[in-house]
Nanobody, 122 residues
Framework: VQLQASGGGLVQAGGSLRLSCAASAVTFGTYNMGWFRHAPGKEREFVASISRIGGLTYYADSVQGRFTLSRDNAKNMVYLQMNSLKPEDTAVYYC????????????????WGQGTLVTVSS
C-alpha cells in the first residue's frame, strides 16, 4: 500500500486545516487507517484512527473534540479535519494503514506514508 499525504501548511492558532491521504490499495476498504505526528524534540504520537468501513474511530486525548477523521472508500481517501489548532499541534503528520481488525493507539501499523508538515503559529 502506498500512502500519499497532503494538506499541510502554515496556519495561525485557532485556525483549521484538512489533511488528505490517498491510498494506492485496490482493497482499500480492508485497511484500517490513521494518522501519527512527530514534533521536534518529542516522541512520535498517535493522533487518530478509523476502522475499515469507518464505523469506529479513536482519537488521542490531545485532539479529541478538535480533530475529525473520516474516509471515503470509493475514492481511496482519508481525511483529517483539524480545527481550533494550537501551536502544540505543530508536527509532521503521517498517514498510516494496517490490515486486520485492530486499530487505535498502541497498535503497530504496517504502512506509512511520507509526512506532511503542519505549522501552527501563535
Amino acid at each position: 500500500v502506498q500512502l500519499q499525504a497532503s494538506g499541510g501548511g502554515l496556519v495561525q492558532a485557532g485556525g483549521s486545516l484538512r489533511l488528505s491521504c490517498a491510498a494506492s490499495a485496490v482493497t482499500f476498504g480492508t485497511y484500517n487507517m490513521g494518522w501519527f505526528r512527530h514534533a521536534p524534540g518529542k516522541e512520535r504520537e498517535f493522533v487518530a484512527s478509523i476502522s475499515r468501513i469507518g464505523g469506529l474511530t479513536y482519537y488521542a486525548d490531545s485532539v479529541q473534540g478538535r480533530f475529525t477523521l473520516s474516509r471515503d472508500n470509493a475514492k481511496n481517501m482519508v481525511y483529517l479535519q483539524m480545527n481550533s489548532l494550537k501551536p502544540e499541534d505543530t508536527a509532521v503528520y503521517y498517514c498510516v494503514a494496517k490490515g486486520g481488525s485492530r486499530h487505535g493507539p498502541g497498535v503497530t501499523y504496517d504502512y506509512w506514508g511520507q509526512g506532511t508538515l503542519v505549522t501552527v503559529s501563535s
